[in-house]
Each structure stands twice: as C-alpha cells, then as structure tokens.
C-alpha cells in the first residue's frame, strides 16, 4: 500500500508534464491564428506602431525564444499586459474572477442538493412512475440549451411577475466593502444587510439557471450508483438488523456510492469556474465568462490568451484536489 505523502506527491509530479503539454498548446494555437498585434490595431495601422507594440510585447522574438520567455513568465506569475487596457491580465482576472466564484458555489450547491435527492428518490421507486420521470428530467434538464433557460426564467419571473432582476450583479450604489470580492460574503461581514438582500436576488436567475441544467447529471449518477450499492449484501444485512429504510439508504448506501458522485462534482464545478460564459452573457452577470467574451471580440490576444491559461491550470489543480479527497474517503484507490 502506497502511502498518503507518496500517493500526494506522484499526482503532483503526474500534473507537471500534464501542465507543460497544456501550456504548449495554447502558445500554438494562439500564434496559429494569425498576427495577434495586427489584428488588434488594424489592417491599416502604421508599420512603426505594429512593430513597436510586437517589441513591446516580445513578439518580434523567434518562437522559440518567444516560447521560453512564456514559460518563464508564467512560472513568476506573470500572465502578460492587456493590448486594450494596458493593465496585467493578472489583476484584471482578479477583478472578475470573484464574480464567476461566487456563481459557481451557488450554482454548484443548488445543482448537488437537487441532483442528490432526486437520484437517491428514483433509486428507492425503482421502475416506478416517480422514477421514471426523473430520469426523464435528467435527459431533459442535460440537453436544455443554457441561454434557453436563462431567457425563460427571465421572462417569468423578471419580466410577467417582476420578483427577480434579470441582469447585473447588485444594484446600483449598494455594492458592499470589498473584502473577498463575494458580494454575499461580504455583504455579511460588513453588516450589510440591504447590499446582501440585494446581491441574494440578482444571484437567484442565474444559479438556477446553472444549477437546473447540471442537476440532471447528479441523478442520473446517484441514481445508477444507488442502485448498485442497494443489492449489495451489506445493505440486506443491515436491513435485516431492523435499521430504517433511512438510515439504510443515506448513512449506508449513500455513503459507499458517493466516490464517483465526487468525480463528477469536482469535474462540474472546475467547468462551472471554466465555463459560464453562455450563463454570464445572458444575464450580464460581471464575470470571468462576459470577460472572456468581450476581450475575444476586441481581439485582445495577451488577455485571452492569460485567462485560457489561468482557466486550464485552475481545472488542473481542482482535479488534483479531487484525487487526494479520494484518499481519505476509500484509502483503496491508494495505488
């Protein structure tokens, strides 16, 4: 059996050539789509000033050369200075990222609690009614297209009933004392109780929204697992000791069936901090994914390029994560 520092420090040394080959990749494609200087200020600009921005920015380099300089650069923190703003991409990526974290939580904590339940519910009434039209909802909720949702929710509850804001983060004025960058969060640190009521109802639309579209892939998977984990032979055995169906099916079943349910959640979660543009267009919400969107239309090459990076090695180190909680949940998958 490998130990847990030995097990924690090959998944480490696994995600280095994992991060190099990642990196590799998008230093090429981002040269492979053309001249990212003369795209940005124009066919028509001055050779002086196209030349004196690729010197500026390195590019005038060969590509190997540009490719080391890269590498060295991120290794120091330094995800390059925006063709638009002129600022690092590093603090513009802090000045949005909060934004997306905050989404992201409250979209991922709504889609684990009803795909949980749901599939642990159709599991108990296995080809029942009940169970079949929950895994009519996980097909359906899984292929609905997100602006879709977005749009309709928008449309009931913004537009007909008037409950919910459908855009924006918070009201104007009433943005809290900036602590975390989490409106809720710091809304309550700061006392802040009109700031929190307000950054609460503008987050409600587009969790739902994210949180309804992912919640199908929860029940299917607790549903699957569940039903497995039921006919094991422990399960009779502790129904057979007189425990409550309750207690047989959440503190045992639940329990043993929930490593792959793990997987999935820290996939989805990586991909809900990597890509809620679609939800964060829709409803204007101040982001990451609207960031992304509006540098790619101005051709801003040096920020898109630093937030795909800043993106893929988030992903990386959440999978990492993930792999030592597995160790602590089923010491087995110590190998």
Known sequence: MVSLRAYIIRRILFAIPMVFILLSIVFVVMRVAGDPVRVTVGLHAPPEQIEQIKERLGLNKPLSIQFFDYLWQ????????SLYTRRAVSLEILDKFPATLELSICSFTLSVLIGIFTGVYSAR????????????????????????????LQLIFGVYLGWLPTFGRIDTLMEPHTITGLYVLDSILTLNL???VSSIRHLVLPSVTLGIYISGIFTRLTRSNMLEVLRKDFITAARARGLSETTVVYKHALKNAFIPILTMMGLQFAMLLAGAVLTETTFSWPGMGTFLFERIGLRDFTTVQGTIVFFALLVIAISLVIDIIYVYIDPRIRY
Do not use: C, E, M
């Open 125 to 152: 009434r296995y080809n029942k009614p009940a169970d079949h039209a929950l895994r009519l909802y996980g097909i359906v909720t899984y292929a609905l297209f997100i602006p879709w949702i977005g749009l309709i």
């Open 194 to 196: 009109p700031s929190l």
């Open 74 to 81: 991120l290794l120091h923190g330094n995800l390059g200075q």
